[in-house]
């Protein structure tokens, strides 16, 4: 007979609490010994998971935003993102992603409320980070999502990087967020914000 008494429990990353000290102490309270790691609760523009990127990316020279009126999730403007006309994708810079900046600031107050015995030693900070296939997936235009994919995730592992070399790796767990290869893996009958179906553009999504 299986022992159907729980051994874990594990947080995907969002928690609507104001801050990341919140999320902590609140996980702490409720799940205690329960988890081997505790993320940040992706506080602040990172309240809506990745709708944040087209804000950040779209200040990148050669990248455009498409349409003219904001598309709004509370503050942040969705609206989707291609590379400008006559623009060499191998050219553009991208600005900070804002993942190593979010990871360093909760970290500061993970390595604290660990030292104040608040979070049981030996429980690491969980930092939780999209692939670039989500947010090419979700935010750039069809016809550019294979050109820019590989800037992405330059950008994206630059950042991963610096949180590595920042934070022990002994009270680190990195988790990557996988929604949007769902739709890729079942997009026979889902359309995606451009009117057609949401295909992958790097060929079957199995061997991928």
């Known amino acids: 007979m299986s022992d159907s008494q729980p051994r874990g429990a594990h947080l995907v990353g969002s ?4 801050d990341a000290e919140s999320t902590f102490r609140a996980a702490v309270e409720h799940l205690g010994d329960r988890l081997r790691r505790i993320p940040d609760g992706e506080v602040g523009d990172r309240f809506h998971w990745i709708a944040f990127q087209p804000d950040r990316l779209g200040s990148a020279a050669g990248l455009e935003r498409v349409g003219d009126a904001p598309v709004r999730v509370k503050h942040l403007d969705v609206r989707p993102l291609r ?3 006559g623009v ?18 909760s970290w500061e107050v ?8 608040v979070i049981p030693a030996g429980t690491r900070f ?17 016809e550019d999502r294979a ?3 590989p800037v992405y995730e330059s950008a994206l592992t630059a950042e ?4 590595l070399a920042a ?6 767990a990195i988790q990557w967020d996988t929604a949007v290869e769902f739709g890729l893996i079942e997009s026979g009958g889902y359309e995606d914000r451009y009117g057609g179906a949401f295909r992958s553009w790097f060929g079957d999504v199995w061997p991928a």
Not at 88 to 105: F, V
Not at 160 to 163: A, K, S
Request: charged share 15%.
């Open 15 to 18: 928690i609507t609490l104001p």
């Open 147 to 149: 050109a820019f994919e």
């Open 126 to 142: 969980q930092v939780s980070l999209p692939t670039p296939a989500a947010v090419v997936g979700a935010f750039v235009v069809p």
């Open 110 to 117: 993970f390595h604290r409320l660990q030292d104040e015995d």
């Open 83 to 85: 590379i400008a006309p």
């Open 167 to 172: 934070i022990p790796h002994e009270s680190l």
């Open 160 to 163: 991963l990087e610096q949180i």
């Open 88 to 105: 060499d994708p191998a050219t553009l810079r991208l600005p900070p992603l804002g993942y190593a900046e979010a990871a360093l600031d």
